[in-house]
């Protein structure tokens, strides 16, 4: 079968590999349809992100999937799955037994496997990393359902309250889809921060009051009209460039949440002015996805407008041309087509 690994560099390459099998009563076999391509899958690879350091630069790629399960051990048919069922998952495998396990805080795990292999024809990962897609969710659009559960997550965390203004910063897939959630909550305004003109277009389709060019001007003057030289009441910083913190916290208003939702690198340092986090009395917050979450995503990803995020597609064999192009940053999401 067919199974995409780093290749250095960043780069990857598609190789053929024995088809995995189940072994443990907890393995699920899962015969891979879609995989979408996160930046965060570029920096795990060029080694930019490992956090558990459970991966190397020649790993397997992707962590965005969804598709049907082919073969599953005894324990996992115990929990309810079965052959044929279509799934979607989360990438992380908890241990299940340590301290933030056992509190239901199974994403804090402190024995967490990441398994970022999902990029392959078969794959197999541990049922409890598992839920069931719903009929009506073709499986194109239920790859989505990881990187919408962590908006979900993000979303909370904000707490918009009713009349709040809410700033983006970034519109690729992430900001795009905080921006359709926003939508559906009570913000007063919501205005998009994106460099990329076609992205700046389709942030005001889905709703966007306001978009900004952030090459174009300082965007503290603009930002500043929006909100009644108020400063916004959320900041969302969504465009895993951790410089961009400083322009989080200066256009939030007093007592603003001002939501660090990318994963930065490991080795990133910013400095932000403490006196304007106390004077303004910020809340920095931060939010990854949780296992709960899954299901919320499931059930709000029918509402959310996949067909313009989903932007490219591409066979497995043509993995390695999928993630120059995702790369190129044009494109909203590019995703591969694994069968």
């Known amino acids: 079968m067919k199974a995409v690994f780093g290749a250095g560099n960043g780069k990857v390459v598609v190789t053929e590999v024995q088809m995995p099998r189940v072994i443990e009563p907890e393995d699920v076999l899962i015969k891979v349809a879609y995989v979408g391509i996160c930046r965060d899958d570029q920096r795990l690879l060029e080694g930019d992100l490992n956090v558990h350091n459970t991966i190397s630069s020649s790993a397997g790629?992707?962590?965005?999937?969804s598709g049907t399960i082919h073969d599953l051990g005894q324990t996992a048919k115990a929990n309810g799955f079965a052959v044929g069922n279509r799934v979607t998952g989360h990438f992380i495998h908890s241990c299940?037994?340590?301290?933030?396990?056992?509190?239901?805080l199974a994403i804090l795990c402190t024995c967490a496997e990441e398994r970022m292999n999902a990029m392959a024809e078969y794959i197999v990962w541990n049922h409890r990393q598992l839920f069931p897609v719903p009929d009506e969710i073709d499986l194109r659009d239920a790859c989505l359902a990881e990187p919408l559960a962590a908006c979900i997550c993000g979303i909370e965390r904000c707490d918009i309250q009713i009349g709040d203004r809410v700033a983006i910063l970034g519109g690729g897939n992430i900001g795009l889809m905080m921006l359709q959630l926003a939508v559906r909550?009570?913000?007063?305004?919501?205005?998009?921060?994106?460099?990329?003109?076609?992205?700046?277009?389709?942030?005001?389709?889905?709703?966007?009051?306001?978009?900004?060019?952030?090459?174009?001007?300082?965007?503290?003057a603009p930002s500043l009209k929006i909100t009644q030289s108020l400063g916004f009441d959320v900041v969302i910083e969504a465009t895993g460039n951790s410089a961009t913190l400083k322009t989080a916290v200066s256009i939030a208003g007093k007592r603003a949440r001002v939501l660090l939702f990318s994963l930065y690198s490991i080795q990133d340092e910013v400095s932000i002015n403490p006196f304007q986090v106390y004077i303004k009395e910020l809340h920095l917050l931060a939010a990854r996805p949780t296992f709960d979450s899954f299901n919320k995503a499931l059930i709000v990803l029918p509402t959310i407008n996949t067909n313009d995020l989903i932007t490219r597609e591409y066979p497995i064999s043509q993995a390695a041309e999928a993630f120059v192009q995702s790369a190129g940053g044009t494109?909203?999401?590019?995703?591969v087509k694994c069968t």
């Open 61 to 65: 790629c992707g962590h965005e999937m």
């Open 185 to 220: 909550g009570k913000a007063s305004s919501i205005t998009v921060v994106e460099p990329i003109a076609q992205k700046r277009a389709l942030a005001k389709k889905l709703g966007a009051d306001y978009v900004i060019n952030p090459l174009d001007k300082n965007i503290v």
């Open 331 to 335: 494109d909203v999401k590019v995703v």
């Open 96 to 104: 299940g037994h340590c301290h933030y396990c056992k509190k239901g």
